[in-house]
């Protein structure tokens, strides 16, 4: 490491106001809040057939809408997470809150295809605040609780993707779609308030310029191999996630016959799969985190191929749904608890490298979901689907292999 890196390190050494311990009130205020910004995400995801024809999308283009706003969360997460580590936390929260805001309203405004999709990448650029109220709340949880405390606020966040899903579609069976950006904007609105309020104060010293700060996340990359396996696992298992959310909604109205409210009821059963958040912190503070993974990397696959079965109806994709998200939700949780035990001085950037690998393998799930689905069907898109998390379980075995040699 750099000299000018080593002094970025040594200057993350904190002056701020936070508590000695965290309440249960600020965990479960911190959940809400991760759900309610992570959610915009994915609020365009049931409802793309929707929006793509009134601003002239074709079908096959439709999932760049998912693709282009989970991309812009990855450049969010590389870019302007690190400014965590830089700057006053709280304030960061509110004025990406606040920005994001006016994205949606702009989103639910436009007409034009490339405006719609340019807002559609700015949402996901600047939702990037709840990956700086994660890393705050490891700094507020004393060591022994870090991983309950952790795994609590994820399923915060994790039921926000999912309950964003049958909120989205049914928001707009009520409103239309784009009712569901302007209700996003104004719970936006009203976090940002609440947030500049509520959250104590964190401010790192100041001795990096910014420059400095991203080359560093570079180099903790470099520096750690946890660091990479783990955002190796997660990011091909939100891969498969990703893929697997924006077609399953298509192929339930264009062949069970679903309407928007059924899809809504469908994305709902698949939220039971959050229960893995708290459970998945609590085996990484019991020492469990290589037993939880395997688990993980091997339901996620075989979920798929449940769901890829071609009889039984709709059944099958509602329990891949389930299997699917409970274990890329383990896998997540699990490994932002050993993400975080690295270097307590430097989570918001090490938390930076872990998130953009899982929103980078999002963005390309999605931008390959509508032609993969077009042009063979569910069956073999859905088996197609589980080679992706296969592959991280054979990383995953061959890597457990070598460290018993």
């Known amino acids: 490491m750099t000299t000018g890196n080593s002094a970025l390190t040594a200057s993350t050494a904190v002056k701020n106001k936070l508590p000695a311990s965290i309440s249960g009130a600020m965990v479960a205020f911190l959940a809400f809040c991760c759900g309610a910004i992570v959610a915009n995400l994915y609020y365009a995801q049931p409802i793309v057939e929707l929006i793509a024809p009134e601003i002239g999308l074709s079908n096959a283009h439709a999932s760049l809408i998912v693709s282009l706003t989970q991309l812009g969360y990855a450049m969010g997460l590389l870019l302007l ?9 709280r304030r960061l929260v509110v004025g990406f809150t606040l920005v994001v805001s006016l994205c949606l309203i702009s989103a639910g405004l436009t007409q034009s295809p490339s405006l719609f999709l340019i807002f559609s990448l700015l949402i996901g650029l600047t939702s990037v605040a709840v990956q700086i109220l994660v890393p705050l709340a490891a700094h507020m949880a004393p060591e022994e609780s870090r991983g309950r405390v952790v795994g609590n606020i994820m399923s915060g966040l994790l039921l926000g993707i999912l309950l964003s899903r049958p909120l989205s ?16 904007a104004a719970l936006m609105a009203v976090i940002a308030l609440i947030t500049a309020v509520a959250l104590p104060k964190r401010m790192p010293t100041h001795r990096a310029t910014y420059g400095e700060l ?77 037993r939880g ?95 992706i998390p296969s592959l991280a379980l054979v990383v995953f075995l061959i890597r457990k292999y070598r460290a018993q040699q």
């Open 214 to 290: 991203i080359s560093s996340v570079f180099v903790l990359a470099r520096r750690y191999p946890i660091l990479r396996e783990r955002s190796l696992y997660q990011g091909l298992l939100f891969a498969s996630f990703s893929l697997f959310w924006t077609v399953a909604p298509i192929e339930l109205i264009r062949h069970h016959g679903f309407s928007q409210a059924q899809v809504a009821l469908f994305a709902l059963v698949g939220a039971f799969g959050a229960v893995a958040a708290p459970i998945a912190g609590r085996l990484a503070d019991a020492g469990h985190g290589n």
């Open 81 to 89: 997470v690190p400014l965590a580590d830089l700057m006053e936390n």
């Open 293 to 387: 993974t395997l688990v993980a990397l091997v339901l996620a696959p075989v979920s798929l191929l449940i769901g890829a079965l071609p009889s039984g109806g709709y059944l099958w994709l509602v329990m891949c749904a389930i299997f699917l998200d409970f274990a890329v939700q383990l896998n997540m949780v699990l490994g932002q608890r050993e993400v975080y035990a690295i270097d307590p001085h430097s989570r918001a950037r090490l938390n930076a490298v872990y998130m953009t690998s899982i929103f980078v393998g999002g963005a390309l799930g999605s931008l390959v979901a509508s032609p993969l689905y077009e042009h063979f069907g569910w069956s073999f898109s859905a088996a197609s689907i589980a080679l």
């Open 169 to 184: 579609s049914m928001l707009a069976e009520a409103f239309g779609w784009r009712g569901v950006f302007f209700s996003a």
